[in-house]
DNA sequence: TATATACGGAACCACATGGTTCAGTATTCA
DNA sequence: TGAATACTGAACCATGTGGTTCCGTATATA
C-alpha cells in the first residue's frame, strides 16, 4: 500500500521547481558526475553546486558517494514515482471536472477562438 | 520533441510545492468555490486564500470569476501536460540509467505493473 | 438607509531560497 | 615536502514565500 507523505511530495515538488536543479537531474541521468564537473557545466561555485545538490540529495533523487577527495553524484532510488501519481490522479479529476460539463468546454473552444470578445457566461 | 518553456514548468512546480494549494486543487476537482469557502476550509484568512488563488492561477491551474462581491476559483484549462511529461521523459532516463542493476529494473517493472492496473491509492 | 458580507490591497513579519565570498581541511601529485 | 585540487562550512546578501493585520470599497440584505 503506497502511502506518499505530503511532506515527501512537498520537497520533491519544490526541488524541481528550480531550472538548475531539474538540469542536474537531466545531466546525471547521462552520466555520473562529480560537484566540480555540474558547477562549471551550471556557471556557478562550487558552493552554490553543492547546495543544489544537497536539495535534491534531501528530496532522494540523487545519491553522493566521496572517493579521495571527489564526491560523486548520481540518481538516486527514486523514479518520481509518487509524483507522477499524484500528477496522473490530479489529472483524471481534471478530466472528468471537465467531461461533466461539457458546455463549458464548448465555452472554452469558443472562447479560445474569439480571444476573449465574449464575457457572458453560464455556469 | 516536446518544447516546453521553463518558467511555465519552474511556476507550475513550485505551485504544487504547496500542500494547501495542492489542497485547493484537489477542492475545485469536486466542486467550483468562492475564496471565502476556500479560507474556511483551509482554515486561512481571505487574504491568505487569496495569494494561493493567485499563484494557481499564475500557474494556470485555476481560472476565477467575479460575480457580484464572489469570486468563484475553478479549475483552469491546464491539466497539468507538461509537467506530466516531464516527469514522464525523465522517468525513461531514469529506468534507463538503471538498466544494469537488474535488481532495481525487476523493482521498477513489479512496481509499474501493479501500479497501471491499480490507481487506489490516496492522498 | 444601515449593516453585514466578500473581497482587494498595502504593509508587515519570520523564515526559506539561491546565490556569493572567505577560510578552512583533506587528497593528490610533482 | 609543497603546491594544486576538491570539497566543506560559516557567514552574508537580496529576494521570495506564506502567512498575518488593518483599512477600504463594492455588493447584498434587513
Known amino acids: 500500500m503506497v502511502q506518499y ?3 515527501r511530495v512537498d520537497t520533491a ?6 531550472p538548475t536543479r531539474r ?3 537531466e545531466q546525471l541521468g547521462r552520466a555520473d558526475a562529480s560537484i566540480t564537473d555540474l558547477a562549471g557545466k551550471f556557471h556557478m561555485t562550487l ?3 553543492k547546495k543544489h545538490v544537497g536539495v535534491l540529495q534531501e528530496a532522494g533523487f540523487v545519491t553522493t558517494q566521496k572517493v579521495g577527495r571527489v564526491r560523486t553524484c548520481k540518481l538516486g532510488p527514486r523514479g518520481l514515482e509518487e509524483e507522477a501519481a499524484w500528477i496522473s490522479r490530479y489529472r483524471q479529476l481534471w478530466a472528468a471536472r471537465f467531461d461533466a460539463l461539457d458546455t463549458v468546454i464548448e465555452e472554452l473552444k469558443r472562447k479560445e477562438k474569439s480571444d476573449g470578445r465574449r464575457k457572458t457566461r453560464r455556469a
Chains 1, 2 share one sequence.
Open 5 to 7: 507523505s505530503s511532506f
Open 47 to 49: 558552493t552554490g553546486m
Open 13 to 18: 515538488f519544490a526541488a524541481l521547481s528550480d
Open 23 to 25: 538540469g542536474v537531474l
